[in-house]
């Protein structure tokens, strides 16, 4: 199975910070990355699909981008509703994988 | 606006099956365009993938090798639902499972809706 190695596990911030979250794949996945939100207690929610495409709804803060294996997601202006976990997903190769998640936590 | 409506026990015996089911709205187990999963979320283990079924002419279902021995993920096309069964549970299984959609519609989109989660517990 594909791993994807999410960093970092945990990250503090302030409102307003700009705040970056990478993905490795342990192979080429091209471009078959989602990127997720969750908050305690409900289910997560997609944000990015296809490594850099943003679904419908959610704020042009978040983006998404890839450079060969490796996938970040940046929130250029954290919010407060921004404090979550955050996961990847790689949707190329069976079984579909996710990472460890990072938890945005405020500092 | 599509919606996924988990139903099943929240407790279940070792050795025994686990069975859930996910109602849609909004949509159609049989859409050509759609696929229907089940993932379960566990401190140990993460978000793990367990399988799919989806229409595409006929039924396709793909599974996660870790699970596939013991898993049946299928239809119901009269109740516009579709259901898990894991066989054998293990307290290893005791999970929150969530059932959600993934689209294929001039782009891919991976599970853009999600039931609401059900906390299953494997325990005597």
């Known amino acids: 199975a594909i791993q994807m190695t999410q960093s970092p596990s945990s990250l503090s911030a302030s409102v307003g910070d700009r705040v970056t979250i990478t993905c490795r794949a342990s192979?080429?996945?091209?471009?078959?990355l989602g990127w997720y939100q969750q908050k305690p207690g409900k289910a997560p929610e997609l944000l990015i699909y296809?490594?850099?495409s943003l679904q419908s709804g959610v704020p042009s803060r978040f983006s998404g981008s890839r450079s060969g294996t490796y996938f970040t997601l940046t929130i250029t202006s954290l919010q407060p509703e921004d404090f979550a976990t955050y996961f990847c997903?790689?949707?190329?190769?069976?079984?579909?994988?996710f990472g460890q998640g990072t938890k945005v936590e405020i500092k | 606006q599509v919606q996924l409506q988990q139903s099943g026990p929240g407790l279940v015996k070792p050795s025994q099956t686990l069975s859930l089911t996910c109602g849609i709205s909004?949509?159609?187990?049989?859409?050509?365009?759609?696929?229907w999963n089940w993932i379960r979320q566990s401190p140990s283990r993460g978000l793990e993938w367990l399988g799919r079924?989806?229409?595409?002419?006929?039924?396709?279902?793909d599974y996660a090798p870790s699970v596939k021995s013991r898993v049946i993920i299928s239809p119901d096309t009269s109740k516009n639902q579709f259901s898990l069964q894991l066989n054998s549970v293990t307290p290893e299984d005791t999970a929150v499972y969530y059932c959600a959609r993934d689209q294929d519609v001039s782009i891919w989109t991976p599970f853009d809706y999600w039931g609401q989660g059900t906390l299953v517990t494997v325990s005597s």
């Open positions: 296809a490594a850099s």
């Open positions: 192979q080429d996945i091209r471009n078959n």
């Open positions: 909004g949509d159609s187990v049989s859409s050509n365009t759609a696929g």
């Open positions: 997903l790689q949707d190329n190769t069976y079984p579909w994988t």
């Open positions: 079924t989806h229409y595409r002419s006929r039924w396709y279902n």
